[in-house]
Each structure stands twice: as C-alpha cells, then as structure tokens.
C-alpha cells in the first residue's frame, strides 16, 4: 500500500477533457502515491477511462496538467511516458507466440536477445505460466490471456502499471481468483497501478483507495472502508453496495421524522431543523437481535419477502401498522434459524443511529 507521507508520484491538476460539446471530465484533480492500488470506480459514461486514457497519454487532456515522478509528462506521446497497460481486450498480438507478445517491449527498446529471454521467462514464472512460451493466443483461455497481457505489461519494469477493466471479459469464478493473484502481485512488485472498473466488489476487494466518478467528476475518494461506511455523497451511497434511501424531515438537532415517527441520527451533517432530508442505512446495519419495542429507533415491521442468497437472506420489511418506512434487511443464516424468520412475520427492529447517514434532499 501507498505511504501518503511523500510527495505524490502522480499528480493530476484540473484536468479538462471535452469531446465537442460533450465534457467528459470536468476540472479534475487527483494525487497518487508510490505503490498505491487506486482503483477509478463508477458508471459506464463517468470519465473514469478517460482519465485512465489522459494518464497514458492516448487522450490528451483540453486543460490541466499531469506530473508523474516529478515531470510533468501533460503533453507527451504514450511511447514518452512510463508506463504498461493491460486492456480489457488482451490485445496480444495473434501471430507472435506468448514468449514474443511478452518480450515485444524489450526488443522494441533494444534489448538483446539473451536479456529479453531472461526477462520473459521470470515475468512468466511470476504470473504462474512457466511453461506456455511456445503456445499462441489461440491456444489459451481468456485468465491465461490476460496474464500474459499482464506480463507483457510489466516486461518494460515500468513505474506505473494501468489496467482497462482488464478482468471483465472473464467469467465470474476466473474474475474472482485472477483479481486475487492480481492484487498479490501489484503487493510483490510494489508497482503503483490504477485500475478502471464499473464492478464495485472488484474495487473493493483490490483498492488501497477508490476514487468514485460520476459524471466527468470525483465524487468521493477514500479507503474502501470509507466509501463503504461513510459515502460523502446519496450517489455514491446508492452505487456502492446496497442502501435504504427514506425520506425525512429534520425535527430537532439530531432528530429526524420518517413517516411520522422519530428518529435519533448522531450526524445530521449541519442540517436545519425544517430541512428535507435523505436518511440512509446498510441493510446489514438493521438490527434485529437484543431489539425490544421501546429500544432506541425501534420499529415493528413485517417480513413481506425473504430472497436467500447463499450466507445471507435478503428480507423485504414493511412497518407493521403500515405507517412507513419500508425496509430491505439482510438476514444471517444464523438469525432466520433463531428467530425462525419466515414471510408474514411481525418482529421489532432497530436503525441504529450511529449507522444512519443523512443528505440534503436534492430539489
């Protein structure tokens, strides 16, 4: 993981990108440390390729400037600047063997032949493919494919590693364990990467720190744990994970009214009383254990669905005397034995305060 106590090694100030009349990102500035894993998470349309594009130089920005390790690389041709990237496509040449699509940057530069091979063998050693040097594209499968991509990426020993969604053309098992290898490496290499992806599981299981795009902005940057547990914003709240948006009004300071019953929020964010707002909960963070009717935030609702999803079950709750706000809960295997939670029945649940985020209501 990156160490934020040094200079950035990449820094991106007030970057501008405008396609005709259609501005894809829009005054944009970012910092990134020596031997982060930054992941760019949003939306199809949201900039974040754009931003991946402008960084390699295969966009060039309208405005702004981009500075890596000190220089400042705004206006050079991709070949000028230092780094390799993986597509979402492999991109391999289908011609060349594997041991050639892995060594193609070396000879480019010049490397002798001896040094080039020495090279291929370790990169293919690292990426667990000792043995496919002979073998062609064709002849591999789509993980095997993307590790050599990845290979070939890092044969030039590069000081920033870029990757295109480079694991979404993968069925889900693949995906799940290449991401893993993925991230072990980019810890063995030390290699500062960013990685652009729409799958939200994938940025939280890989990133040191996830920037959100919407839009051509940044939303939010932070930890996973952050972007997760404290979403700066009701999008990234609702792209991030699943969330209960309820209506409200701020009663009093700390006080909110959802539906007619009062609520205790611990931050409100600096609202007025009077103020329409957006309360947000975890559907893992409504309690339902130690719950009795007069607890704080306590509610009784009726279990009106149950979707089972292997460890968990997705429950569908409406306020038992029908006055709001409707819920979705998710329910360990564990709870729906103990309480013997089934469709139709009525048990008290609780919001607890400190997992309540409140926002401005837009409009």
């Known amino acids: 993981m990156g160490v934020s106590g040094g200079p950035p ?23 990134v440390f020596a031997r982060e894993f930054v992941v760019f998470l949003g939306p199809s349309g949201c900039g974040k390729t754009t931003l991946l594009r402008a960084i390699a130089g295969l966009d060039i920005q309208t405005a702004g400037t981009i500075h890596q390790d000190g ?39 010049g490397k002798s032949r001896a040094e080039t091979l020495s090279r291929v063998t370790e990169l293919l050693a690292l990426v667990g493919m000792p043995d496919a040097g002979p073998k062609y594209p064709s002849q591999l499968s789509g993980g095997q494919q993307q590790r050599v991509a990845l290979a070939r990426a890092l044969a030039i020993s590069p000081g920033l590693l870029l990757l295109d969604e480079p694991l979404s053309a993968l069925d889900a098992r ?24 729409h ?26 744990t952050e972007i997760y547990r404290k979403p700066a914003s009701p999008f990234v709240a609702d792209f991030v994970g699943t969330m209960n948006f309820l209506e409200a009004m701020v009663a009093a300071p700390g006080t909110v009214s959802i539906a007619g019953r009062s609520f205790r929020v611990d931050s409100l964010n600096g609202m007025k009383p009077g103020t329409a707002a957006l309360i947000c909960i975890r559907p893992e963070d409504v309690k339902t254990r130690n719950v009795e009717p007069g607890s704080e935030n306590a509610l009784e609702v009726e279990v009106r669905s149950l979707e089972f999803l292997g460890a968990f079950a997705r429950a569908r709750l409406a306020a038992a005397d029908g006055a709001g706000p409707d819920l979705v809960a998710d329910f360990s295997i564990n709870l729906l034995r103990d309480l013997g939670v089934e469709p139709g029945l009525r048990l008290p649940v609780a919001l607890p305060a400190d997992r309540l985020r409140a926002f401005p209501k837009a409009g």
């Open 9 to 31: 090694y990449l820094s991106i100030g007030r970057l501008t990108k405008r396609f005709g009349a259609f501005t894809a990102l829009d005054d944009v500035s970012l910092e």
């Open 71 to 109: 220089q400042d690389v705004s206006s050079l041709p991709p070949a000028e600047r230092d780094f390799g990237i993986v597509f979402q496509s492999y991109a391999l040449f289908p011609n060349l063997s594997v041991r050639d699509n892995v060594g193609y940057g070396l000879v480019s530069r």
């Open 174 to 197: 693949v995906r799940q364990h290449l991401r893993h290898e993925l991230k072990d490496l980019q810890r063995k290499l030390g290699i500062t990467t960013i990685m652009v992806t």
């Open 199 to 224: 799958d939200q599981e994938e940025a939280l299981v890989l990133a040191d720190r996830i920037v959100v795009m919407n839009h051509g902005v940044i939303e939010q940057v932070g930890t996973p």
